[in-house]
């Protein structure tokens, strides 16, 4: 314990919290700015260029109050418009949703090694996934397959099952939490480990999911993804000062004021809300959910105050970069992003551990 200026009290756990407002808040604004400029760009490059000017043109003509003379081809309209911006719009969502659910899950589980997928998530939707591939059965709800269903039921399942099996009496100690979660998400993977050996020709689109593709996007798509993930993300920002109490015992937390039960289950609700959209329209990416949060932890600091909003853009950014890569490094053949995400991702956060001498602030 020390205590501050002001004559109160701050646990050991909680010194690190500075009050760097004004840089991170700095950070805030540049890393919006730079969502932008990097979507921007990521429009232009592809099998087809387009010209930075003739695409602030497109994009500034859809404005309602901005006339232009369109002077491009009908063809590069539709490529910028219904091809390339909505896949780059969900790549930064699911980027952003990725990252605030790994720094959350972190913070929960005061665990740095926690993801999003830590407990059975990933391996719910996998499954489900899997279980879509193989029915030889086809119908859609409101325009959306039975894969991105099943994917999305299965993560849901997958996390309920958990909480209920680590629930011990009112309470649902962290450590049980976990523990379940990786027993269950063990159970789920050997299940569609089976079934992706016995799926014979369908093994390609299966594999392609589980790693992770951006290719089949369109704005259905990401107008069926952004509630969710908008209003988890939400939710979370709203729990924030919550999240650094946490990072005390839940004893001391509950001295504190907080109602550690609710908090924990508020957040393990829209933490698993915003990564099952995620994950079952683009499949499971790894990497982003641990990487991205340890990355803005050791460059801006562990008050969740500013770590959760600045992994949600630091998290979009990556992803549209990654997705980028993944499209036009091998063209016309497209990489799945989870590999582009480990290859970038990991030496990033090496020298970034590295620069600051293995030291996390947790």
């Not at 976990?178 to 027993?183: C, D, S, T, Y």
């Not at 001391?252 to 039960?261: P, R, S, T, W, Y």
């Amino acid at each position: 314990m020390s205590i501050n200026e002001t004559g109160s009290v701050i646990p050991d756990r909680l010194k690190n919290i500075r009050p760097h407002w004004r840089g991170r808040i700095y950070a805030i604004i540049g890393l919006s700015i730079a969502v932008i400029v990097v979507a921007v760009i990521a429009t232009t490059i592809g099998s087809v260029k387009i010209p930075v000017l003739t695409t602030l043109r497109i994009l500034l003509s859809q404005l309602p109050f901005i006339d232009f003379s369109p002077d491009w081809a009908g063809s590069t309209e539709t490529i910028l418009l219904d091809i390339r911006l909505p896949r780059i719009v969900l790549a930064g969502l699911i980027g952003a949703a990725l990252s605030v659910a790994g720094a959350t899950y972190q913070g929960l589980f005061r665990n740095p090694l926690a993801d999003p997928y830590l407990i059975g998530a990933a391996q719910g939707a996998a499954l489900g996934a899997v279980i879509g591939f193989l029915l030889p059965i086809e119908f859609s709800v409101m325009g959306f397959g039975l894969i991105p269903i099943l994917a999305f039921s299965g993560a849901i399942v997958s996390v309920t099952v958990v909480y209920i099996l680590a629930r011990v009496g009112k309470t649902v100690p962290v450590t049980t939490l976990i523990l379940a979660g990786v027993a269950l998400g063990a159970l789920w993977g050997a299940i569609y480990s089976y079934l992706v050996i016995i799926s014979g020709d369908k093994i390609h689109p299966i594999i392609f999911w589980i790693m992770g593709s951006f290719s089949m996007t369109d704005w259905s798509e990401v107008g069926i993804v952004l509630p969710y993930i908008a209003a988890g993300i939400i939710v979370i920002l709203l729990y924030s000062r919550s999240l650094n109490v946490m990072q005390l015992d839940e004893e001391q937390a509950k001295q504190l004021g907080i109602n550690v039960e609710r908090t924990k289950l508020i957040l393990l609700v829209a933490s698993t809300l915003i990564t099952a959209a995620a994950v079952s329209f683009v499949g499971t990416i790894g990497f982003v959910g641990i990487i991205i949060p340890h990355a803005v932890r050791l460059l801006w600091g562990p008050d969740h105050r500013f770590l959760l909003p600045l992994s949600v853009l630091f998290g979009a950014i990556f992803l549209i970069l990654a997705d980028l890569i993944a499209r036009t490094v091998m063209t016309p053949t497209e990489i799945p992003i989870g590999i582009i995400t480990a290859i970038c991702g990991v030496p990033f956060f090496l020298y970034l551990l590295r620069r600051r001498k293995g030291i996390i602030y947790f």
